[in-house]
């Protein structure tokens, strides 16, 4: 597993969490980075992208509430939530693609993080 994704907790509806996807072995500034989450019972879904030139892509169930940003120099792509609700509550995995958003056949997922909003 090369990507590393980090963050996750427990936060009450309305609240927010901000996720880390660190590479180790690779600069990401290479490729086009995105956002999954998989919820219980449903399959992973992308819910954002951010491109090698920084251009950003959001699911419409996400998008005005989640953030996403890159910071070359650490390496580190970022995942701002704010007003979360309960249907985020899923395990949250971040993917590379060589080409760009969105990210398709990714296949080395690692163990996510897990974000649950609940009261």
């Known amino acids: 597993v090369q990507l590393q994704a980090s963050g996750g907790g427990l936060v009450q509806p309305g609240g927010s969490l901000r996720l880390s996807c660190e590479a180790r072995?690779?600069?990401?500034?290479?490729?086009?980075i995105g956002w999954f989450r998989q919820a219980p019972g449903k399959e992973r879904e992308e819910i954002s992208c951010?491109?090698?030139?920084?251009?950003?892509h959001y699911a419409d169930s996400v998008k005005g509430r989640f953030t996403i940003s890159r910071d070359n120099a650490k390496n580190t792509v970022y995942l701002q939530m704010n007003n979360l609700k309960p249907e985020d509550t899923a395990v949250y995995y971040c993917?590379?693609?060589?080409?760009?958003?969105?990210?398709?056949?990714?296949?080395?997922w690692g163990q996510g993080t897990l974000v649950t909003v609940s009261s």
């Open positions: 951010v491109n090698k030139d920084g251009s950003t």
């Open positions: 993917a590379t693609d060589n080409y760009g958003c969105p990210v398709l056949g990714y296949t080395d």
């Open positions: 072995a690779f600069f990401l500034d290479y490729y086009a």
